[in-house]
C-alpha cells in the first residue's frame, strides 16, 4: 500500500539561492571546463598524474572504508533500528514498490551497463591482473571480480548515504541536504555555517564531476552504436552534438519533476534493459549461461572477504596500475557518484523503514546487475573461445564497440544495437536529470524535504552538467573520466565517515527512546471512580464538530495549564494552535539536549462497521461514516491513540506521562 504521488512543487516563499555554495561550485566548474579544453595535453597529463597519485597513497584506504561502508549499511538493516522508519511512525512510501525499484536502479548506475557489460568481463578474461588468461579459472575470476566493482560493495555507499539523508529529512525534519547529516556531531550553528557550505561544495562538484564521468562514458558508448548501425563517424563533433541533443532532453525532463519525467523514463528503460537481457539469454546457449549464472553468484560470494581487502601488494608496478585502473577507480567513482544518487533515493524513499531501505538498495539493483553481466559476459567468452577473437580484441581496444560486435553473431543484430543505442540514450537522460534535479536542490536552501529547486536552477545545472562531460571528453576521453572520479570522490569518502558515526548516535538515541517508552504510568480516569466515562468513549465516534469542540475547549485549556507550570519552573516553553489544520502543539525547550514535543492532531478515520447501526447494511460501494480522532504525535510521529473524550485532568495526566519518559530518554542519553 502506498501513498499519493511525490509531486513537482512550487519552491516555499522563502526559497532562495545557496550563494556560497552556488559561486564556490560554479567556479571551480567553470576553472575546469576552462582548463580541460583550453589545454587538453596539459589536463590529461595533470588528471593522469593524480591518479596514479591517489591509487599509490590511498588504495589501501578505498578499500579498508568501502568496506566499511556497506558492513555498516548491513548491521543497520539487520539490527534492531531496522524497523524505524524514514519518516514518521505513521508515514506511507510515496510510490509503488516496483516503481520504486525501477528508480533506485535506473538513477544509480544503469547507463554504463552497456558500455562494460561485454568489455569489462572479456578483459579480466583476457588480462587479469593475476594468472593467465583465457583459462577456465580465469573466466570464473573475471565474473567474481566484475561482480565485486558492481555489487554490494558500491550499492553498500548509497544505502549509506540515502539512509542518513531521508533519516534526518523525514524523520528529525531537517532540510533534505548534506550538511543535516552532521547536525548531532557539530551542532546546528557550525553545521549551518562554514562547515555545511563546504561539504555542500564538495557534494555539487563530486556530484558534477562523477555524473560527467558516467555520462562521458555513455556519450561513448552512444556514439559506438551510431558507428555500427549508421555509418555515422565517431568523432568529438558527434560527440559534442549527442551531448547537447541529450542535455536539453534531460533539462526538459528535469523541469517536469519527479513524479512524470523521471519516473517514467526509469521505467521505461528498465523495460528496454530487460527485454535485451531475456532476448540475449533466449537466443544464445541458454544452458550454459544459467549454469555459468549459477556458479557466478558462488564464486562471488565465495571470495568476496578476500577480494574486498586484496590491493595487489606483492605484485609490483603491475598491480598497481591494474588496482588504479580498475578497483580504485569504481570504488572512487561511487563515492563521487553518492552525493547525487544518495539525495534522489532519499528524495524517493519516505515511509520506507531502515531494514527495507537498506536491502531495497543493496539487493535489488544487485540481481539484475549480476545477471546482466554474466549473460553478457558469459556470451562473448563463449564466443572469444569459440574462435571469434575480434571480439576479445574490441573489448581490449575499443570498449564502446563490445556490446555492438556481440550483436552481430545473434539473429537481427541491426534490431538490437539500434534498441541498445536507445536504451543507452534514455539511461542517459535519467541520470542526467537526475542530476539536474539534484544539484539544484543541493545549491538551495529554505526548501522543504518534499519540495523541489524551480525550473531554471534544474536547466543551469543540467547544461553545467552537460559542458564538464564536454570538456573532459576533450581533455583524454576516457582517461581523463576515470582520473577525475578518483580525485573527486577522495575528500567525499570521509563524509561519509561522518556520516555512519552520526548515524551510529541517532540510533542509538533512538534505542533510549525506545527504552523509555516502556516505562508506563497509570491513566488516572475521574479520580478512579466512574469506569463509565471511560466505557462511553471506547464506544463513542465523534463527528468533526465534537472533536474540535473537545480540542478547544479541553485539550487546549489542559495543556495551557501544563505550559505554565512549566514555565513557572524555568522552563521554556511554547503552546502554538492551528486551527487550519486542526492541530495543537506543546513544545518543551531544553537548551542542547532534544526538546519535548506534543502534538495533538485532528485525523479522519472509518467508522467500525457496528457502530453504524442500521448503516450496517448499507449497499455495496457506498462510503463508510466516518468519524474523527484526536490524535497524539510526538517527534517521532504519531503514537497511534485517540484522546477524544478525556478529561481535563485525564489529558493532563497523559501530557506529563509522555513527559516523563521523554526524561528518561534524556537520562539514557546523559
Known sequence: MHGAPVKPSSPPAGFAINKTVFLASSVISVSLILFTILFPELGEAVLGSSLRWVSDHFGWYYMLVVAAYSVFAVFVGLSRYGDIKLGKDQDKPDFPFLTW????????????????????PLTHYLSPALGMGGTPEAARAALSQTFLHWGLHGWGIYALIGMALAYFAYRRDMPLALRSALVPLFGEKRTNGPLGHIVDTFGVVGTLLGLATSLGIGVLQANAGLTHVFGIETSKAVQTAIIVAVTAAAAMSAMSGVERGVRRLSEINMLGATFILIALLVMGP??????????????YFQNIVNKTFQVYAYEGAKGEEWKASWTIFFWAWWVAWAPFVGLFIARISRGRTLREFVFGVMFIPLGFIFAWFSVFGNSAIELVNGGVAE?????????????FVLFEHYPAPALWSTLGVVIGLIFFVTSADSGALVLANLSSKNLASDTDAP???RFFWAAATGLVTLGLLFAGGFSSLQSVSVVAGLPFSLVLVLYMVSMAVCLRQEGNKRKAVQIDKALVLDSGQNWRNRLNRLVNFPTATAALRFMFKTLQPAMLEVAHELQAKGLDTELAEDKENRKIRLEVMHGDEVDFLYEVRLVEAVKPVFALGQAGNIAPGKDQEKYYRAE???????????????????????????????MQFLHFER
Open 101 to 120: 525499484a525501477a528508480m533506485l536502479f535506473s538513477a544509480g548506475i544503469g547507463i554504463d551497463l552497456l558500455f562494460f557489460g561485454v568489455s569489462e
Open 391 to 403: 571480439l576479445g580484441k574490441t573489448a581490449l581496444e575499443n570498449p564502446a564497440m563490445g556490446m
Open 286 to 299: 541458454t544452458l550454459f549461461l544459467l549454469n555459468a549464472f549459477t556458479e557466478n553468484i558462488g564464486h
Open 455 to 457: 525550473v531554471w536552477l
Open 632 to 662: 497524539v504525535f510526538l517527534s517521532e510521529g504519531s503514537q497511534d491513540y485517540d484522546i477524544v473524550g478525556y478529561t481535563k485532568e485525564q489529558v493532563i495526566i497523559d501530557i506529563l506521562n509522555q513527559y516523563e519518559r521523554h
